[in-house]
């Protein structure tokens, strides 16, 4: 059997040196020294453990804060995209047709595409004020 690197023969003679040197009084003292050395050696293997665990967990994270970021800023050209359109229709429809008649039935129906779009850009907009938030709560 083998620990550490120290076979059973090895370490009964490590033991029986020890025990010479330091007598059978000053072994106890001896005994709980190694034993409090081997609890902080394996505390330090818990604190290097938890911190392996949480660096894997912020590996995992980053694609996630990446693509929530893409996801952000294709939300916001949409939305920019959307509010374009919609200024537009508003306005130029009327423009673009012939006489006093169809002026008026144009620019009824750039009102008409303004407030479908409106209605189109408040899910939108919705959606890219959740993301922003979001965003805010990850760390950086």
Do not use: C, N
Request: charged letters at 15%; glycine letters at 14%.
């Amino acid at each position: 059997m083998e620990f550490l690197g120290v076979s059973g023969t090895e370490f009964a003679f490590l033991a029986l040196v020890a025990l010479v040197i330091f007598g059978p009084t000053g072994m106890p003292k001896v005994a709980r020294a190694v034993l409090r050395g081997w609890g902080k050696v394996a505390a330090v293997r818990a604190q290097l453990a938890s911190a392996a665990a949480s660096l894997q967990q912020q590996a995992a994270l980053d694609p996630l804060v990446a693509q929530l970021r893409a996801e952000a800023a294709q939300a916001r050209a949409e939305l920019e995209r959307v509010t374009a359109l919609g200024a537009g229709a508003a306005g130029g429809g009327a423009a673009s047709t012939g006489g006093a008649a169809t002026a008026s039935g144009g620019a009824g129906r750039g009102g008409a595409y303004a407030r479908e779009i409106e209605t189109l850009a408040a899910p939108v907009q919705e959606v890219a004020r959740s993301v922003a938030a979001d965003l805010g709560k990850l760390p950086d």
